[in-house]
C-alpha cells in the first residue's frame, strides 16, 4: 500500500522517487534541504550558505534553511504578487544552495513565470525546492518535477483529506528528480 502510494505521487508530481518518511509539510522541508545541502557537499561545492525564499512564502520555509545552517535572503514579490525576477535573479550567485518557491504561493498565486526563474537557478548551480502545500489546486495540471523542480513535499492532508489548513493527521512526504 505504502509502495502504491509513492507511485501515485511520483505520478501526480513528476518527480523521480519519493520517500514517505517525513511525518509533515515542515519535517519535509527539512528533510529536502539537508538533502540539497548534502548534495552540494557531496560535490565539493561547500560555499553556498544562501537559501533564497519569496516574502509571501509560508514562514516555515525560512525557518526550515535557518535550520538547515542557512542564510536565508528575502526576495519581494512584484506588483502581481509573483516573485520579483529582476530582484530574484540578482540574488542569485554561487552563494546560493537552494531557492523555496510556493506554487501557487500563500497569495492563492500561479507563479506564471516559472520557467524563467528554475532556469536562472539552474543557471547559478543552486537547487530548485518546490513547498507543495497547495498542490490541490494543479493537481492533474502541473508537474512540478517536469517544470525542473529538485525536490519538493506534498501535504497530504491539505492535498488529499482535509481542507488547507483543516487539521488532521499530517504527513509530508518528499520527492527528488535526478
Ligand atoms: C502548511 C504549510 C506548510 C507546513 O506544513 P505542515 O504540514 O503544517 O507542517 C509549509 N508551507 C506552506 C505553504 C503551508 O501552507
Redesign the pocket.
Known amino acids: 500500500m505504502l509502495w502504491e502510494l509513492e507511485q501515485a505521487l511520483i505520478e501526480i508530481s513528476g518527480m523521480e522517487a519519493v520517500s514517505l518518511h517525513p511525518a ?4 519535509g ?1 527539512l528533510t529536502g534541504i539537508l538533502m540539497i545541502r548534502a548534495y552540494h557537499r557531496s560535490r565539493g561545492d561547500v560555499d553556498r550558505d544562501e537559501v533564497l525564499v519569496p516574502d509571501s512564502s ?1 514562514g ?2 525560512p525557518a526550515t534553511a535557518t535550520m538547515a545552517g542557512f542564510r536565508t535572503i528575502t526576495i519581494p514579490s512584484a506588483d502581481d504578487g509573483g516573485v520579483d525576477v529582476a530582484a530574484f535573479t540578482a540574488a542569485l550567485g554561487p552563494k546560493t544552495a537552494a531557492v523555496m518557491i ?1 506554487n501557487p504561493s ?1 497569495l492563492g498565486l500561479f507563479e506564471s513565470r516559472i520557467g524563467e526563474l528554475l532556469e536562472a537557478v539552474h543557471a547559478a548551480g543552486a537547487l530548485a525546492y518546490m ?1 507543495g ?2 498542490l490541490n489546486a494543479i493537481l492533474g495540471r502541473f508537474k512540478p518535477g517536469k517544470a525542473g523542480f529538485d525536490v519538493m513535499h506534498i ?1 497530504t ?2 492535498t488529499f483529506s482535509t481542507p ?1 489548513g483543516g487539521g488532521g493527521p ?1 504527513a ?1 512526504p518528499v520527492g527528488v528528480g535526478d
Not at 24 to 27: C, S
Request: charged share 15%.
Open positions: 509533515a509539510g515542515a519535517q522541508e509560508h516555515t520555509n510556493t500563500t513547498d502545500a497547495n501535504n492532508h491539505k488547507h499530517g509530508g
